[in-house]
């Protein structure tokens, strides 16, 4: 799995763009890219994942770099519900392997 | 409520006793996974079967540590003789043949006194 960087924390006003970066420098051509979050006391929540090209859902938007090396996953209009903490996971295999994550709060 | 189930939600237990947990993936997902998380931390991979074959074990799963999903379906994760490191958050998840996104359950607690 390649080894990934995030920002132990982060702020964001609600109702604003949440835009998380993630680095992943070590990322083989053959490994996505994918995003999980973690609200307090629950289970992890699949998000979204891509391989090269920017993916968008009902919850969130990912743009990865054309060198694969970094990402950034855009939450468009965060509400308090998002304050999680935000996991960016490189990895080829059906395991996941999850770092520290990034806690992001939204602030009212 | 059709996502991954897991029971009990909470458990707690002395020292040197045994515990199993059961974990109820989404019925038409034929890959079920667990992973282990404690206070702090990142939840870590324990094990995975597609349907009832075993296919990936971790270094963390020791010889205490023993899950099977006999009939591709539930599957239970049996810890015997407890220790307080033991202590933490196991999580189930499970995911569809062709997709990797792995739907997690609310987690059991276990904590080891």
């Known amino acids: 799995d390649a080894k990934t960087t995030q920002p132990t924390s982060m702020d964001c006003a609600e109702g604003r763009a949440a835009n998380l970066p993630c680095n992943h420098s070590?990322?083989?051509?053959?490994?996505?890219v994918y995003w999980y979050r973690q609200i307090h006391s629950q289970g992890p929540q699949y998000i979204i994942h891509?391989?090269?090209n920017n993916e968008t859902n009902e919850m969130a938007s990912l743009i990865i770099t054309e060198d694969r090396k970094s990402s950034t996953l855009i939450l468009p209009h965060a509400t308090l519900r998002d304050t999680a903490v935000y996991y960016c996971?490189?990895?080829?295999?059906?395991?996941?392997?999850f770092g520290s994550g990034t806690r992001l709060q939204v602030q009212p | 409520d059709t996502g991954v189930s897991q029971n009990p939600r909470h458990k707690i237990t002395k020292r040197g006793q045994n515990v199993t947990f059961r974990c109820d993936p989404i019925?038409?997902?034929?890959?079920l996974y667990w992973y282990r998380q404690t206070l702090g931390q990142g939840p870590e991979f324990l094990t995975y079967?597609?349907?009832?074959?075993?296919?990936?074990k971790s270094r963390l799963l020791s010889d205490r540590f023993s899950a099977e999903r006999p009939k591709g379906s539930f599957s239970t994760l049996e810890i015997q003789r407890t220790e307080q490191g033991d202590s933490a958050m196991y999580l189930c998840?499970?995911?569809?043949?062709?997709?990797?996104?792995?739907?997690f359950g609310p987690g059991t607690r276990l904590l080891v006194l």
């Open positions: 019925s038409e997902h034929n890959r």
């Open positions: 070590t990322i083989s051509g053959n490994e996505y």
């Open positions: 998840a499970s995911s569809p043949e062709t997709d990797g996104d792995q739907y």
């Open positions: 996971i490189g990895t080829g295999r059906r395991a996941l392997t």
């Open positions: 079967f597609q349907n009832e074959a075993q296919l990936e």
């Open positions: 891509g391989l090269k």
